[in-house]
């Protein structure tokens, strides 16, 4: 499974409950390409919503809560 440099950074944001027009600003994108990540996400991770992205993002050490920006 390979995670883009864009979606790891989507799935950074999706941890800091960033909502997807959030991300969307912070990035640069429309929303519709945060969609797509997040579908992306969903699809590599084996997960059914955002909080199993996360979830997933931790067990695989994508995610680690000293990375955490505040």
Not at 27 to 44: A, D, G, N, P, Q
Request: glycine share 4%.
């Amino acid at each position: 499974m390979k995670i883009s440099k864009r979606e790891t950074e989507v799935l950074d944001l999706i941890s800091r409950a960033f909502s997807t027009s959030e991300i969307a600003l912070e990035l640069y994108i429309s929303i519709e390409t945060v969609k797509t990540h997040r579908k992306s996400l969903l699809t590599k991770l084996n997960a059914k919503n955002s909080p199993g992205i996360v979830r997933r993002g931790f067990e695989l050490g994508l995610l680690s809560i000293t990375n955490q920006r505040i």
